[in-house]
Nanobody, 126 residues
């Protein structure tokens, strides 16, 4: 099991920036280990945002955030970050950190992860 602790959400105006952090503890290794971010707006499903594979740091992004968001990792700290820039009201959601060993080539499927954080609210005002 991996325990995940998120931080960094908040309220920001459109065009602003925020950085989310997620630190994992427990079994945070192994072939294919991946950490990522999903978000859930009210009444909607968990949408993929970004992910990073631990072995070679391959990164993946949803089209809606590409060129605005950057995912990165601090390997010794078992921590990932999501730097979010040019935030828009449509980015408003609860953001969840996820970790595990997803089997898909592109790790954008929520059920394929095995551990999730408690979520952190991001609200972008117009």
């Amino acid at each position: 099991q991996v325990q995940l602790v998120e931080s960094g959400g908040g309220l920001v105006q459109a065009g602003g920036s925020l950085r989310l952090s997620c630190t994992g503890s427990g079994r945070t290794a192994g072939r294919g280990y991946t950490m990522g971010w999903f978000r859930q707006a009210p009444g909607k499903e968990h949408d993929f945002v970004a992910a990073i594979k631990w072995d070679f740091a391959d990164t993946y992004y949803a089209d809606s955030v590409k060129d605005r968001f950057t995912i990165s990792r601090d390997t010794p700290m078992d921590t990932i970050y999501l730097q979010m820039s040019n935030l828009q009201p449509t980015d408003t959601a609860v953001y969840y950190c996820a970790a595990g060993w997803p089997s898909s080539g592109v790790p954008d499927n929520w059920p394929e992860y095995s551990n999730w954080g408690q979520g952190t609210q991001v609200t972008v005002s117009a």
